[in-house]
């Protein structure tokens, strides 16, 4: 590889860590000061408990995403504008349209991704671990299998030359999906605004429903930025009473797949049947 290529790869590796590692911790620190300020479900027991085992998880997915896929990622990217590959490259666009076009392309690719985790089975192994969690709050944003952002890491890599991706709009938009899914699984309320917002983008009380342990429930609301692609797809769904969801899977709800170790096997216990037929009454409180 061309020394430039490999120093601006290095610097842009350099960047693309530093981003992604303040913009979490800020936002957590946010979202979880709301939480215990107006808490929409109120303080469960454990509280700490749980979300050290999801931020463990997360600590552990960034340490080997970062060293594996980061100068991956940055390599692939310049290695794409240098030869000018890809739909956005072979698209005459004014900057600020291409860099919305970058965005609202990988939003949909987003959504398909979410809906084959959903019904690829082998996918869903890996999936159903950010599911299993009884107690959604912001750190719910951050419980995904290594696997799973294994599978969207690989992918990502073969689209970024097919759609002519540059470096600095994975950036943002994994900057956008970081504050957009910690909002919507923090464990508050915008109140009569949720219904405003939600024809924009993804709210609190649209994402609760994809949590339900009932599978009509759970197999709605795929977005993770923009909406309206659950809107165009038909899979909106919508409870009235956020307050009588109950979130989970039933057959992971033991506290022995809560713990680090025990999310991390989710994947490879037995493939049991998905949800129960009909939807959890009893509020979570
Ligand atoms: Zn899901
Ligand atoms: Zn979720």
Redesign the pocket.
Known sequence: MHSALIATSDFTAASLAVAKGAVPVLLLALFWGWESWQPFFGCRPARFQHAAHNLAIALFNALILGLVFGFATAAVTAWTSANQLGLLNALDLAGPVRFLLALVLLDGWMYLWHRANHAIPILWRFHRM?HSDTRMDVT??TRFHLGEHVGASLLRLGLIPLLGFELWNLVAYDALVIAVTQFH?ADISIGRADRWLRLFIVTPFM?KV??SDWRPETDSNYATILSIWDRLAGTFQFRSDSRTLVFGLPVFGEPQWQTWWGMLKTPFAANVSRLPTEPGVQSPT
């Open positions: 950010h719910t944003a699984h994402h994809h949590h």
